[in-house]
């Protein structure tokens, strides 16, 4: 009779997120104990270990030496403590105003590249002189819109330098070219 190994945490994720014979794959060719993923992975902890209990008599009176310095050099420790603290503030403030210098270009090059095509999809199904045509519309009420915004802004800023006193003549005494 086979043995039925006890179901651990990554094979109830695995069958409970994949496929069943996604997840039998996974488990037969990467989880299972004599799977190479596996072999490798012992052998590459077993080598560290290795490493480790190799070099811990070596570096073990070097590291006492350095914890004693400190210990007599306390407000040397805190010095570089908050300078190493700082550095990694730093670079992780770094990491992160680059991350969004990443996913802004990319969404910038999206939304240009959207509109790119489209423009193209709608000339391709207007034809070019209906889109011109709709074009040059379209700009006209576009500018009459910005002149009305404008007009609207100059009549604030003249209501705004009448109410503090400034006389609210557009010549250039107030530092505007007349219209």
């Given at each position: 009779?086979?043995?039925?190994e ?11 997120l ?10 037969k060719?990467?989880l ?6 596996q ?11 290795n490493?480790?209990d190799?070099a811990a ?7 006492d030496?350095?914890m004693?310095i ?15 603290v ?7 403030l770094?990491?992160i ?10 969404a ?9 095509l ?16 709709d074009m040059?519309?379209?700009?006209g ?18 209501r ?10 557009r010549g250039t005494a107030s530092?505007?070219?007349s219209?």
């Amino acid at each position: 009779m086979p043995s039925v190994e006890p179901p651990t945490l990554a094979t109830h994720l695995l069958t409970a997120l994949l496929p069943p014979e996604l997840a039998d794959s996974i488990q037969k060719h990467i989880l299972h104990p004599r799977s190479p993923v596996q072999i490798i992975a012992r052998n590459v902890l077993d080598q560290a270990q290795n490493l480790l209990d190799t070099a811990a008599p070596l570096l073990e009176p070097l590291f006492d030496r350095v914890m004693i310095i400190l210990a007599e050099n306390q407000g040397l420790v805190g010095v570089i403590a908050s300078l190493v603290v700082l550095a990694t503030v730093v670079i992780i403030l770094n990491w992160i105003r680059r991350l969004l210098m990443w996913w802004t270009r990319l969404a910038m090059r999206v939304a240009t590249w959207a509109f790119l095509l489209a423009i193209a999809a709608w000339i391709w199904e207007r034809g070019v002189f209906e889109s011109a045509r709709d074009m040059a519309v379209m700009g006209g009420k576009i500018v009459g819109y910005l002149a009305v915004i404008k007009d609207v802004w100059l009549q604030e800023y003249d209501r705004y330098e009448a109410q503090q006193g400034m006389a609210g003549t557009r010549g250039t005494a107030s530092g505007r070219r007349s219209r």
